[in-house]
Structures are given as C-alpha cells and as structure tokens.
Nanobody, 115 residues
Framework: QVQLVESGGGLVQPGGSLRLSCAAS????????MAWYRQAPGKQRELVAI???????NYADAVKGRFTISRDDAKNTVYLQMNSLKPEDTAVYYC?????????WGQGTQVTVSS
C-alpha cells in the first residue's frame, strides 16, 4: 500500500519560514502528480500547490510568491517551502499523490503561525 508521511510542521512566528517534507514509499514518485493541501479549523480542505510529474507547478493565490513546491524523485520526496508565513496559514497540511484515478493522502502535519 502506498504510504505518504509528512514532516516539518510546527510553531513559527509571523514572517518566519518552514519546510514541509512528504516522504513516499511503495510507489514510484516520478509517475505521480503531487500536491499539498491544507485544512484550517472549521474550514474545508483547500489546495495549496501542485507539481506535476514533469515538474510544472501551480499555486493558490493566497500563497503565490511565498510558498514553493518541489520534488526530488530520486529521494521519493516532495517539499513545500513556506516563507513569510502569516497567521492565516495556520492549518493541518496534507500531502496528496494522484495517478490514473488513484488518490493517496498522508496523515497531515500541523503548522501554527502565531506570536
């Protein structure tokens, strides 16, 4: 069974940075489109960033210019570099993998932006 494990979340002050990692196992990462989603308390899960198998990227308007998604297929890992963090970025961040109708999720990692 495909497994996605997120790490790198935590508590950070406004304006700070974090880098999230998503380690994939039992899959060939290079074949999958990968994405980061987030879900804040009381809100629906929303798409943050996407990276395709050919490394094209797209971002939600709320994070453009601040977040960067990348992938290292040799390490079977996807990253989300988050800079200039704001309190409204506080959420559980989830890694997602999709290919040919298959859809996999990680367990999530908490990001809290607060002074």
């Amino acid at each position: 069974q495909v497994q996605l494990v997120e790490s790198g979340g935590g508590l950070v002050q406004p304006g700070g940075s974090l880098r999230l990692s998503c380690a994939a196992s039992r899959m060939t990462l290079s074949l999958y489109g990968m994405a980061w989603y987030r879900q804040a308390p009381g809100k629906q899960r929303e798409l943050v960033a996407i990276i395709t198998s050919d490394k094209s990227t797209n971002y939600a308007d709320a994070v453009k210019g601040r977040f960067t998604i990348s992938r290292d297929d040799a390490k079977n890992t996807v990253y989300l570099q988050m800079n200039s963090l704001k309190p409204e970025d506080t959420a559980v961040y989830y890694c997602n993998a999709q290919r040919l109708g298959a859809n996999y999720w990680g367990q999530g990692t908490q990001v809290t932006v607060s002074s």
